[in-house]
């Protein structure tokens, strides 16, 4: 199945249970790991390890293969893989330290200018 449409699934699957700050990403000319990345903030480890459940399970059975499920022990960060997407259900202070959107944004990254020798 296209990644497009297994976002489509894991976006709505976050919406079912009430995830905000929902944020799609197409990587595909970032890395050849994976097309897409969701991430999506939630308000307690029980919401969270939820939230990452539900969409494990939308994802299942939509046809897609789940490579593996890492984070749900403690709940503060749970990651999806499901192949072509990847799905990241953070808590808020979580996500912020991380800024993954920031870390898979395609814009190139600053340099700090040299100190020219005069």
Same mark, same amino acid.
């Given at each position: 199945?296209?990644?497009?449409?297994?976002?489509?699934?894991?976006?709505?699957?976050?919406?079912?249970?009430?995830?905000?700050?929902?944020? %799609?990403?197409? $990587?595909?000319?970032?890395?050849?790991?994976?097309?897409?990345? %969701?991430?999506?903030?939630?308000?307690?480890?029980?919401? @969270?390890?939820?939230?990452?459940?539900? @969409?494990?399970?939308?994802?299942?059975?939509?046809?897609?293969?789940?490579?593996?499920?890492?984070?749900?022990?403690?709940?503060?960060?749970?990651? $999806?893989?499901?192949?072509?997407? @990847? @799905?990241? %259900?953070?808590?808020?202070?979580?996500?912020?330290?991380?800024?993954?959107?920031?870390?898979?944004?395609?814009?190139?990254?600053?340099?700090?200018? &040299?100190?020219? &020798?005069?």
């Amino acid at each position: 199945m296209p990644s497009p449409k297994l976002a489509k699934i894991a976006v709505t699957a976050l919406e079912d249970i009430k995830a905000h700050d929902i944020t %799609v990403l197409d $990587v595909r000319k970032l890395t050849a790991i994976t097309d897409t990345l %969701v991430i999506a903030s939630a308000d307690s480890n029980r919401q @969270v390890r939820a939230l990452a459940h539900h @969409v494990r399970d939308k994802l299942k059975e939509s046809g897609a293969s789940i490579v593996g499920v890492e984070g749900e022990e403690t709940g503060e960060w749970v990651l $999806v893989d499901a192949g072509d997407i @990847v @799905v990241h %259900v953070m808590q808020p202070a979580v996500r912020a330290y991380y800024n993954l959107e920031e870390l898979w944004s395609a814009r190139p990254p600053r340099r700090a200018k &040299a100190a020219s &020798a005069a």
